[in-house]
């Protein structure tokens, strides 16, 4: 028996048809962009994309189920009714995600899914008396949609949150963006940086700083610090690490001359579980001091302004405040670099429960590569160090340039973990919880110990 043909004036299908056709298009619509845009499966996206792949998703049904009501004709008018529509929705979605900063959007992904989502409401407008052939266009789209769901991505997206300072330590990893090594290595990486320090040629990231991120780029001690100190922060684990020793400066105001003018006086740090804040622990202890009782140590005043002003009496300087302030004149209490002390600075830190996952590990191990051939590139090749970190904090002239990377000898050719600066700052943050754990809770080696056992770490420097 003939089954009935749709009524061409009202409809584009019976029920289970347009079920299908939907569910089917719903796929399409999510996977084809991901593919295009970002290279990647839906499976394997990580999950600061999948707000802004539900938005999307969220939109095309909600343009199927507008087309339903609508039940457009096969005529120019049904065409633009369903245009119309798609665009509306589209548009209404990038609204709601526009109130959403911590949500990044691509524009493109956004642009393909609704040209998707127009076409595949009209297709079966197109197809009423041809449902036999819409089933068999069905069947070929499925089977592609199939192949980009699961298909194994040639770029992994792996998502890189900075932390709030522009260091001299992190221009290796800058130097591994700016000369794709990260792409090298199969990874296709999208950075969060934080706000510039003057003018700088690397923007800062217009959106909030991602909850999840795969890998942080920060200081060790102070995520140490927060696992013992917050009941709710993740254990957190470094895979491998670029400073490693203590190279900051204690600057003073005019008219202090040596350490021991210090004492009683006030130290302008960052934060206390901070690298500076370490430091300053580091210097309560070399001098004998009680670090809370011979020596105020204030937060939020590390900067030249909060010298100046008077606000505090010294600083711990970052490298770039440093050489501003030497050259105008203010005293140099102490070089830190000469005290040979370790400390666990700028590392590559992850979450130990997302580093479980197999897949995460080739990541890791990928994104080691490239952090490692970043690190060679500095030491190789100053020059173009200096280039990259005149353009990632601030355009400084060739002198500051050439002071400031001066104070990156010490970063290691090998960047494994700061064993003994993790010691170290189990040692200076002592406490009852600190005392819970072992200098190996914090740390996870292998994949660094299995790049260098391979030679890949020896074969960078010939």
Known sequence: MTPPIPNPENSSGGPLFRIAWHTLGLAIVLAVPARVEWGASLASLPLGYIPHIVAMGAAYLAVAAIVGLLRPGRNLRGVLDVVGATVSVYGATLVVLSARPDISVSRPVVTLSMVLAALLALLPMLLQRRRAYGFAIQAALILAVSGLWTQKSGRIPFEVAFGSSRSLSKVPFVIASE???????????????????????????????????DVIVDGHSPLMVRMVTEANFPAMIALAGGDCVTRTHIIGRQGLQHLEDLKGKRLGVNRVRATTGFVARLLAQRMGWDPTLDISVLEFGRDAESLKSGQVDAIVANERTFAQLQKLGYPVLANTREWDQPMAGNSVVVRRDWLNDPGHRDAALRFLKATSEGFALFHRDPELARQVMAKWNARMSDDLAETVYDRGDSFPRKPFPCYDGIKKTMELYDSNEMRRYKAEDFYDDSLMRELDKSGFLDALYK
């Open 179 to 213: 000369e794709g090594l990260f792409e090298k290595y199969g990874l296709d990486v999208r950075f969060w940086f934080p706000p510039e320090e003057g003018e700088s040629g690397i923007l800062a990231s217009q959106v909030g700083r991602p909850e999840h991120p």
